[in-house]
């Protein structure tokens, strides 16, 4: 059974930082490329990032270029999304998702089949 957990959202202030797992089991991320979503309240779903062990790092939408890093850990069988500097514009609930091989569209979230519960990220002060 396929599954995908997300963890470490919380409340940050601007300008800080916060890393987000993603824990995949009943599978391998060695075939599977994850990716990284995030909607915000009265928004559709945005994507953030995404890699596949094939290809690398396939996609960062231009809104967090410079400020966020995708990265995986095959051995963990998890995905981490590394964001500094984050605004009040990045809070959203962030979600992972997972498809086999490589989207042809890594930021259309209809390119996945499998999604994570989401974790919610609050950049405030």
């Known amino acids: 059974q396929v599954q995908l957990v997300e963890s470490g959202g919380g409340l940050v202030q601007p300008g800080g930082s916060l890393r987000l797992s993603c ?3 009943g599978f ?4 599977f490329a994850i990716g990284w979503f995030r ?9 953030v990032s995404c ?5 690398g790092i396939l996609y960062y939408a ?4 410079g400020r966020f890093t995708i990265s995986r850990d095959n051995a963990k069988n998890t995905v981490y999304l590394l964001m500094n500097s ?4 990045d809070t ?3 979600y992972c998702a997972t498809t ?3 989207p042809r569209y890594p930021e259309d979230p209809t390119m996945y089949d499998y999604w994570g519960q989401g974790t919610q990220v609050t950049v405030s002060s």
């Open 86 to 89: 984050l605004k009040p514009e």
């Open 28 to 31: 391998t991320l060695d075939y």
């Open 92 to 94: 959203a609930v962030y």
């Open 100 to 102: 086999y091989g490589t």
């Open 39 to 47: 909607q915000a309240p009265g928004k559709g779903r945005e994507g």
């Open 23 to 25: 824990a995949a089991s």
């Open 51 to 55: 890699i596949s062990t094939s290809d």
């Open 62 to 65: 231009d809104s967090v270029k």
